[in-house]
């Protein structure tokens, strides 16, 4: 017996195959990387505090003192 489910693209929302869809949950390996760059640009992002701020990320304490 095949499954034969189909889910929407996050980006397109093209319906795709879930079973054997190597680049699910998207319909194709552009769809992919389109999300990946978006994440990278700091276009989506998870809701909560901040950690640490940009400017601060490559210091590090002065043990000398």
Same mark, same amino acid.
């Given at each position: 017996?095949? *499954? %034969?489910?189909?889910? %929407?693209?996050? %980006?397109?929302?093209? /319906?795709?195959? $879930?079973? *054997?869809?190597?680049? %699910?949950?998207?319909?194709? !390996?552009?769809? !992919?990387?389109? *999300?990946?760059?978006? $994440?990278? !640009?700091? /276009?989506?992002?998870?809701?909560? !505090?901040?950690?640490? /701020?940009?400017?601060?990320?490559? /210091?590090?304490?002065? *043990?000398?003192?």
């Amino acid at each position: 017996m095949t *499954d %034969r489910r189909t889910i %929407r693209c996050p %980006r397109c929302r093209q /319906e795709t195959p $879930w079973q *054997d869809n190597p680049f %699910r949950p998207f319909c194709s !390996q552009k769809c !992919q990387l389109v *999300d990946l760059g978006r $994440w990278a !640009q700091e /276009e989506y992002k998870v809701p909560g !505090q901040k950690l640490m /701020e940009p400017d601060n990320l490559l /210091e590090f304490p002065n *043990d000398n003192n």
